[in-house]
């Protein structure tokens, strides 16, 4: 288990991610007195789901790594000496183990292949200048097109960056870098009041 820590880790090679766990497990459950007993079994496979009950950690270094080791040491400690519903069902075994590692995206210019799907206005692309990628998006959560109104790209872009003011607490700079995910998400989610879910998906390259 831990030797897939620090695989995860090489992998990432020193960048920034969250990284969560799940675990299967094997319930017994025993019905009856003291005199006749039925034991039963069952299994629990782990998901994504659960992973944030087993409190997830950002990784930026391998003393992260060897602090999140000993968490789940004792995580699984404790889920033995603890039933799950009640005291006729305990946990004796562990068979699977799940890491979710969660890669952190910046913000970035348009993709040239998703053009066919702007054109079709499966999805929208605003024409901007400057790193305001992040904000652009959310403003279509703020200021939505609708059926009869679709907003030109200078309001939607104007839009953006009030709502930078807004979360930032200072005016928009044309040398800004972009949203970052790591540093940035944390004060956005706390102003905004909003909930945010990230989904990464990365396809193999065949050479």
Not at 182 to 205: A, G, L, R, S
């Amino acid at each position: 288990m831990h030797q897939l820590y620090d695989a995860v880790y090489r992998k990432e090679k020193g960048k920034v991610f969250k990284l969560a766990v799940d675990l299967g497990v094997i319930i017994e459950r025993a019905n009856g007195n003291a005199q006749e007993q039925i034991v039963q079994y069952k299994y629990v496979l782990p998901v994504n789901a659960n992973s944030e009950r087993r409190a997830p950690m950002e990784i930026r270094s391998q003393d992260n790594i060897n602090t999140y080791k000993q968490y789940l040491r004792t995580v699984i400690g404790s889920m033995q000496e603890r039933t799950n519903t009640d005291t006729d069902e305990k946990i004796v075994a562990i068979f699977s183990i799940m890491f979710f590692a969660f890669r952190y995206p910046m913000a970035g210019a348009a993709i040239p292949s998703l053009q066919q799907h702007i054109k079709r206005r499966e999805i929208y692309y605003v024409d901007c200048k400057v790193n305001l990628c992040f904000w652009t998006a959310y403003s279509f959560i703020t200021m939505p097109n609708t059926k009869d109104k679709r907003w030109k790209d200078s309001s939607r872009i104007a839009e953006a960056k009030r709502i930078y003011s807004r979360v930032n607490g200072v005016q928009f700079r044309d040398n800004y870098k972009g949203f970052d995910f790591v540093n940035d998400i944390d004060n956005f989610i706390n102003k905004e009041q909003v909930n945010v879910h990230i989904q990464i998906v990365q396809y193999p390259i065949h050479q």
